[in-house]
């Protein structure tokens, strides 16, 4: 096991999995409670099929677990002026202009990408710039599909100033399965659409917040890959 960096470890495996930090605990304590299911099973229980459809079962359950918390590193290849690439994997489920009433005060275009638990969850930044902002709100844990998801679930709003003077909202949102929103960013730090913003844990949704006249390059229903797909470009 070797430290890459603040945001994630990486395991080697004859696959070569990359495993994000926040899921490492998870996994050792997972596995430690499947063996103690297992090793009695093998030992006592007859015929052979039962505790082979336990090992069967057990090995289904990590392997998701384990696909959940993978953490690939990622590398944006296009030009970075005023573009905003996508901060999660998922599908987009909204896009429309809205009210955004914590940070920005003003109208805006909500760009939201909802993320399934076969999804990376790991999240990046969506622009290069600095950290303005950053909040965390305890809320509800209603499924993160729903539009009121993003003012009354459990969220962590960040705010950047992209390069271009433009200020930009991102804000994680905790769904129904969620119950621990990580958020590594700042205030007053730099922020990169390479780098990792947070993590939340099992099925959630990030919402951009776009200033009015930016140019939108996604439509619903679209999939995005975090720190690769181009979203949007600013004017």
């Known amino acids: 096991m070797q430290l890459y960096s ?3 470890f990486e395991i080697y495996n004859p696959m070569k999995v990359k495993i994000h930090r926040e899921g490492l605990n998870i996994l050792i304590i997972l596995l430690l409670i499947l063996l103690v299911i297992n090793i009695p099973a093998w030992l006592f229980m007859r015929p052979i099929g039962i505790p082979s459809a336990f090992t069967s079962v057990s090995a289904i359950i990590y392997l998701l677990v384990l696909n959940f918390f993978r953490s690939p590193r990622r590398t944006f290849r296009g030009t970075r002026e005023n573009v905003v690439v996508a901060s999660a994997d998922g599908k987009v489920v909204a896009l429309e202009e809205t009210f955004e ?31 303005l902002y950053v909040r965390h709100h305890k ?5 993160a599909y729903l539009p ?3 003012t009354e679930n459990e969220r962590s709003t960040v705010a ?7 200020t930009i909202l991102m804000r994680q949102v ?28 099992f099925g959630s949704r990030v919402d951009l ?3 009015l006249g930016t140019e939108i390059l996604v439509k619903l229903g ?9 979203v949007a470009r600013l004017k």
Not at 112 to 122: E, I, P, R
Not at 160 to 166: D, F, H, P, S, W
Not at 174 to 201: N, Q, W
């Open 6 to 8: 603040d945001c994630e």
């Open 101 to 131: 009433d914590e940070y920005l005060h003003c109208r805006c275009i909500q760009l939201s990408v909802f993320m399934s638990v076969l999804n990376v969850h790991a999240n990046w930044f969506p622009v290069d710039g600095e950290v």
């Open 139 to 143: 809320g509800r844990y209603l499924s």
């Open 148 to 150: 009121k998801s993003s």
């Open 160 to 166: 950047i100033r992209a390069l271009n003077g433009q």
């Open 174 to 201: 905790a769904g129904a399965l969620a119950r621990r929103i990580v958020t590594y960013a700042s205030p007053g730090e730099d922020a990169s659409i390479e780098e990792h913003m947070g993590f939340i844990k």
């Open 209 to 211: 917040y776009l200033p």
């Open 222 to 230: 679209d999939t995005t890959t975090g720190g690769v797909t181009e």
